[in-house]
Nanobody, 123 residues
Framework: QVQLVESGGGSVQAGGSLRLSCSAS????????MAWFRQAPGKEREFVAA????????YYADFVKRRFTITRDNAKNTVYLQMNSLKVEDKAVYYC????????????????WGQGTQVNVSS
């Protein structure tokens, strides 16, 4: 049974920072590509960032480059998303996701999803 649990969401003013965490109950966590997606009200879920099993490769959506950083700690079965210089348009529910294949992440079809954590950014 795979379980992904996000935490760290909340409310912040524009320009502020938040750090999201995703704790994963996955056997062989270190084999999985981990990712973050987000969904704003009335919009489709979109890819934010992903990280390879060994942290060597990271991938970002253009709209978060140089502001967000994805990292992972395989010893703790946890993936993080450090979000800096937050903008009002970053307001969304942020979801953690996992899959053994990067292609599944790229096509927004990872095998496992968390329940999401709300991020609110005010002006």
């Amino acid at each position: 049974q795979v379980q992904l649990v996000e935490s760290g969401g909340g409310s912040v003013q524009a320009g502020g920072s938040l750090r999201l965490s995703c704790s994963a109950s996955i056997r062989s966590f270190s084999e999985y590509v981990m990712a973050w997606f987000r969904q704003a009200p009335g919009k489709e879920r979109e890819f934010v960032a992903a990280i390879s099993w060994n942290s060597i490769c990271t991938y970002y959506a253009d709209f978060v480059k140089r502001r967000f950083t994805i990292t992972r700690d395989n010893a703790k079965n946890t993936v993080y998303l450090q979000m800096n210089s937050l903008k009002v348009e970053d307001k969304a529910v942020y979801y953690c996701a996992a899959d053994l294949e990067l292609s599944k992440v790229r096509t927004k079809t990872p095998g496992y999803w968390g329940q999401g954590t709300q991020v609110n950014v005010s002006s």
